[in-house]
């Protein structure tokens, strides 16, 4: 909550409806000053299995009619599942699967078949939705036997001049509640293989690119770990994903491990 106003807020009530169940809060006892944040809390209940939408408007501050009424309101959705999964896993959408898709306005994953090839898809070329983020998200998932861990995936997109777009991957250890920094910021410079004006789809294997990324430091927490691909629109273009999985962290080849002459 921040106070945009010019006085101090002491008191304020909000009205919100989980699900069209309309409910609404009083918190006293404040003292936020202008122009001051105040972090406050709504314990929400009734949450059902799979999508929750919830409106929250604030209608009173300080007993009177609150004035800022452009920035006085928060519509948030919630997935609410209890799959689950464990380490090693793959997901090569050839298969069903229990991973989730969840976006704040039009959902820009899309699970779709190229040529007979099963992918997960992200539309953005000329979308409308700029600056919005879709979220590809696991299950809760476990460590299982593994003692090291990585995640791997094939990407495939070609940038457009003027345009960005962003794909993150985001690692949860409480069951999706929160998400750390990402492990991946990828660009559109960085994520492209090809460059492209017209609407990208991925024809031979050159158009794709491989990602390897460490996850040992999430093995100690066993298990509630969430792993999400969130992708920022930027309108530029479409991104492909193909061949999730976790497995153990692949050992370097030989040409890859220098052997030193033993000390004399």
Partial sequence: MRNVGFQNVTSFQ??????????????????????????????VKDLVEGENTINLKTTLVNNQEDDANLSDSLNITI????????FPLKVDFETPDEWTLASVNRQLWQRMSINGNSLLKAEAFDSVNVTS?????????????????????????ASRTGFNDQLEVRVSVDCGQSYGSPILIANSDSLATSQSSLSWQPVEDEDWKEYRLDLSYYLPFKDNIRIAFVF????GNNLYIDDISIRSNEEPTLSLIHISEPTR
């Fill in 79 to 86: 997935l609410k599942n209890f799959d689950s999964d464990e």
């Fill in 14 to 43: 909000t009205v919100y409806a989980i699900n069209d169940f309309i409910k609404d809060s009083t918190f006293s006892g404040l003292s936020i000053g202008s122009g001051q944040f105040q972090t406050l809390r709504i314990e």
């Fill in 133 to 157: 983020q879709s979220w590809f998200v696991s299950p809760v998932l476990s460590i299982g036997g593994l003692d090291t861990a990585g995640l791997y995936f094939r990407a495939s997109y």
């Fill in 232 to 235: 920022t629109n930027g309108g």
